[in-house]
């Protein structure tokens, strides 16, 4: 079974609605990364968090971690066209410190409709 | 400052034959890591380098190889290439390791037919 749990695969949004991505795990969360990527191309770092309970804000974009650091939550506010695209969770998944690479969720696809 | 950096972006090779791709990371960043991207999924972790060695390693064939130099580019070496080769190689450069923020580069499209 995946080790990360992404949810949904994928979402049609009407611009301006509020969206929601999960992420979860069964296993404790070392450090929760979330990515956005466009097609076919690299990843855009957009947050990390290590610490049970923290929260995160870059423009209309929320990541929370929750306390037992086995779940995360991607918030986009008043979605817009630009926020179309794959986003990926990934986590460092052991306490060894990283040296085991990233593990990644399969994805989200988000749809913006106008 | 500049991202990260890899070469080429595509790439066409034959089955059985060897491949290699680069990677430059952001200036200052001394760990490369390495993720096979197939559609439809996460990337996969490869290698993880930090200060010229290897740190990490994914569940990958011996077929797969790395390095990284005293500049911490990075190469990827791919021998004896097979079908299910084919995918986006990525690259991530990190300041430090662990769990510091990584920065991944475009990835580079390897087909192989």
Redo the contacts between chains.
Sequence with gaps: SQE?EQSPQSLIVQEGKNLTINCTSSKTL??L?W?KQKY??????LM?L?KGGEEKSHEKITAKLDEKKQQSSLHITASQPSHAGIY?C?A?MYS????????????THLIIQP | DAGVTQSPTHLIKTRGQHVTLRCSPISGHKSVSWYQQVLGQGPQFIFQYYEKEERGRGNFPDRFSARQFPNYSSELNVNALLLGDSALYLCASSRQIPSYEQYFGPGTRLTVT
């Design positions: 990360l070392y450090g990364y990515y076919g191309e690299g990843l855009i770092f990390m290590q990926l990934g460092d060894g410190g990283g040296a085991d690479g990233l593990t990644f969720g399969k994805g």
